[in-house]
């Protein structure tokens, strides 16, 4: 009996034992193959094909990623195809007529993946023909933004062919007959081409009828015709053996289809179409019109509930926006609606400017007794603020006047402080200026300990809200800007409270500079300084040789881009379809220039030595190339993880015999 009661305790602690013992579960080896087609229905790459439907059957359960953006279908249909993900099978049904004698290609991309680890399948082209044969070439390229070198994603690239039955007006009234789209990196492949010459367009299409049809579409085309061809060619191929070490490198033979580097350069042509887009009005005090083109002139205003008179219009330079400041304060106190006879030109159906008169009431979206309100809380609190300090204190605060009662024109000045000796200050209001005297306004340089009388000029900018100080800036000295209360005033009649700004020149110890020639026949070109977030920074006219020079540039990375001013405005211009007309081309240094104070960089610059598509700097290419879709290694991890835990319970192991022993 002890026996078999020594045998049932050695049991328990066994059983307690394993009960203890810590581990997770497994639940078997995750999934990481693709998605892999089964068969097809019709099969892929058959000829003499008649149905619209189509069914494709993968050995696992999947699902599409985007396929509307993705997954293009050449020849293009006009009626949407249906392309879903049922089960194991991707179901496709086209609406459209079958062409005869056509390669039909259906290019999903990588959006397909597998259901449940997401693995995707990689690049799948599912194809077949209403003829007796499969066409088989391909047209590849990039398509860039003309204006700066972006990549540009999801346009439409097509081809038509150059034959006898091209023109010009095809783009304009018929679709492509084989079509693509782009990717991140800008680049575009179609397939199932015939061989042939051809002509190739990209189109972002609005209205979706695969035909250039509005001018708000961006579009670009080429007049060069070019030629399918291929050759036998090899690529190289690394095996990894990890994450960071490969295992070697294989030679891959593979159809090479040409051409392969079609470059094309898009834009969206000047919108000349002139029409009143919207009017708004955020505040009492002013409204704006947007017009969707530039005009010569501005529109009349008859005020039917308020005098006219009291209007102040500040256009932009194209008077395509238009601001009107109501001076009227009177009525803008009183009255929250405008009510006006607004004529304009108006582009008529023949493409003809005529004038038009709408009758238009604008409500300000902010009330003025809101605002009044709103002032008067400001006014209240901080009276209430006043009286606890004045609690607080045990000495009588200084006389303050409450600085929401009375209005002063809000001026703002920039630079503040330090600038360069090629640069100039500017005065900007909130609202339009209606008057300066100059009298009134005092500029000095300082000399030794004294401050000395300067010349200057200060000027109005293009618009009614900024002036500009202009003086001979000499590097490390010191100067001082002064204009006395009331120096300015505005359309509401609120004048300036005193301004005092300092400024400093910066020394020439701190600059650099840097020249630049540029290599090509043009001389009506343009070279700019770009910054990082690509925006121009300084800009010269290169003279008769090619020749650039910047001066005065602080310490930093600068990137250089130029343009051919075809017509001498001194501002990039795009182009027009009708007129066959390119827009100005644009060309980037392919590099950034690092400089360095008191440094001094001399650049030659061949712009047409690297094709288009590889000139710009990836550090300022704002669209990114799409994020490559690649196979979880989650079986891997695991078993790292694993490793990793029994390493850690060796050591712990260890350590507690240790402990026992000692």
């Known amino acids: 009996m002890k026996k078999i009661h020594l045998i049932y305790y050695l049991v328990l602690v066994l059983f307690i034992a394993a009960c203890a013992s810590i581990g997770n579960p497994d639940g078997g080896i995750y999934d990481e193959v693709p998605p892999r087609v089964v068969s097809s229905s019709p099969k892929n790459g058959s ?36 392309v879903r993900a049922d089960g194991k099978r991707v179901k496709i049904t086209l609406y459209d007529s079958l062409q005869a004698n056509t390669t039909y290609t259906i290019d999903f991309s990588d959006a397909i993946q597998d259901n449940n680890e997401g693995n995707p399948m990689g690049q799948f082209t599912y194809s077949f023909s209403t003829g007796e044969s499969i066409d088989t070439m391909e047209v590849a390229g990039s398509v860039l933004n003309a204006e700066n070198l972006e990549p540009i994603k999801s346009i439409l690239v097509g081809l038509y062919p150059a034959d006898s039955t091209f023109s010009d007006t095809l783009f ?63 690529r190289m191929d690394t095996i990894w053996r990890d994450s960071t070490h490969y295992d070697s490198i294989r030679v891959v033979p593979y159809t090479h289809f040409l051409p392969d580097d079609v ?49 102040v219009a500040e256009p932009t330079l194209l008077n395509d926006t238009i601001t009107y400041w109501v001076t009227d304060t009177t009525f803008t106190h009183q009255q929250d609606t405008l009510t006006f006879a607004l004529t304009y030109l108006e582009t008529d159906t023949l493409g003809q400017l005529m004038p038009m008169t709408d009758t238009l009431s604008l409500v300000s979206k902010t009330p003025y007794e809101k605002i009044r309100k709103e002032r008067q809380k400001q006014i209240d609190d901080w009276q209430k603020e006043r009286e606890k300090r004045l609690k607080r204190s045990k000495t009588p605060l200084p006389d303050e006047v409450n600085p929401y009662i009375q209005s002063f024109m809000n001026i703002t000045v920039k630079p ?10 500017r005065f900007t209001s909130k ?26 000029l200060f000027l109005p900018d293009d618009n009614c809200r900024s002036y500009t100080l202009y003086a001979e800036w000499e590097p490390a000295n010191e100067y001082r800007f002064e204009a006395d209360s009331a120096a300015f005033t505005n359309v509401f009649n609120m ?15 701190e600059y650099g500079s840097i020249f630049v020639h540029v290599l090509m026949p043009d001389t009506n070109v343009v070279i700019q300084l770009m910054n990082r977030a690509d925006n121009p920074i300084a800009e010269q006219r290169a003279d008769a040789k090619g020749r650039a020079d910047f001066y005065y540039l602080r310490p930093g990375d600068y990137y250089l881009r130029c343009f051919v001013d075809r017509n001498g405005n001194g501002v990039w211009d795009t182009g027009n379809y009708a007129e066959g007309l390119q827009a100005e081309e644009v060309f980037y240094f392919p590099r950034s220039l690092s400089l360095k104070a ?17 000139q710009k700097p990836a550090e300022i290419t704002k669209q990114k190339p799409d994020k490559e879709k690649t196979i979880k290694s989650r079986n891997k991890e695991r078993e790292e993880e694993k490793r990793r835990g029994r390493n850690t319970t060796s050591r712990g192991n260890q350590t507690n015999t240790f402990s026992r022993g000692f």
């Open 598 to 614: 008191k440094w001094d960089i001399e650049q030659e610059w061949n712009v047409r030595g690297i094709l288009r598509n590889k």
């Open 495 to 509: 004048v300036n409270k005193p301004i005092k700004n300092n400024f400093k020149v910066r020394s020439l110890d």
């Open 263 to 311: 470059v094309l350069l898009a834009f969206q042509e000047k919108l000349t179409d002139q029409h009143l887009l919207k009017t708004e009005r955020t505040e009492p005090d002013f409204f704006r019109l947007y017009f969707t083109a530039p005009s010569d002139t501005l529109p009349t205003i008859v005020g039917l509930n308020f005098d006219e008179k009291c209007l």
């Open 47 to 82: 000829t003499m094909g008649t149905s619209k439907k189509i069914s494709i059957l993968f050995d696992e359960y999947i699902k599409l990623q985007n396929a509307n953006e993705k997954v293009i279908i050449s020849p293009p249909q006009i009626e949407s195809a249906n």
């Open 172 to 234: 304009t009234t018929r679709p492509f007959t084989r079509i693509s789209r782009t990717n991140g990196s800008g680049r575009f492949c179609i397939k199932g081409v015939k061989p042939g010459r051809y002509r190739v367009f990209a189109l972002n299409d609005g209205d979706g009828d695969f035909v250039f049809s509005q001018k708000s579409e961006i579009i670009a085309f080429d007049t060069m015709v070019v030629e399918t061809s291929c050759k036998p060619d090899v």
């Open 416 to 425: 503040t402080s330090n600038i360069d000796p090629n640069q100039n200050v």
């Open 431 to 456: 609202e339009p200026f209606l008057n300066v005297d100059t009298t009134r306004i005092h500029f000095y340089i300082k000399q030794d300990s004294d401050w000395v009388h300067a010349p200057f």
